[in-house]
């Protein structure tokens, strides 16, 4: 067990940092966040929109595609919902086309 403790710190000090960390500024995230929630209408909305620049502008390199056209699927389809439940259903909708 400790070998495996062990093994798992070490992995974690050996991985790179996330490129951009929050405080840093990004051009692309910045704009992400102004083209796509101009027109949002809902919190629930607003924290998958934001959730999804996050994905693909602060940690893009890490995503796999699926996982990128998963977030770009939600900045697609999230910018003007306002109920709950449609938000639910077109997240799910995202999921099933990416098989996330």
């Known amino acids: 067990m400790?070998?495996?403790?062990r093994l798992l710190l070490l992995l974690i000090l050996a991985s790179p940092p996330p490129v951009l960390a929050q405080g840093i500024s990004n051009p692309d995230y910045d704009q992400c966040i102004l083209?796509?929630?101009?027109?949002?209408?809902?919190?629930i909305a607003a924290n998958e929109i934001r959730r999804s620049c996050e994905a693909l502008y602060r940690n893009g390199a890490l995503l796999l595609p699926r996982e990128r056209s998963y977030h770009v699927?939600?900045?697609?389809?999230l910018q003007s919902v306002r109920g709950q439940?449609?938000?639910q259903q077109i997240l799910r909708a995202c999921q099933r086309q990416n098989q996330m």
Request: aromatic residues 4%.
């Open 73 to 77: 699927c939600v900045l697609q389809n």
């Open 35 to 43: 083209q796509s929630l101009r027109d949002s209408q809902s919190t």
């Open 85 to 87: 439940f449609a938000i």
């Open 2 to 5: 400790r070998k495996l403790a």
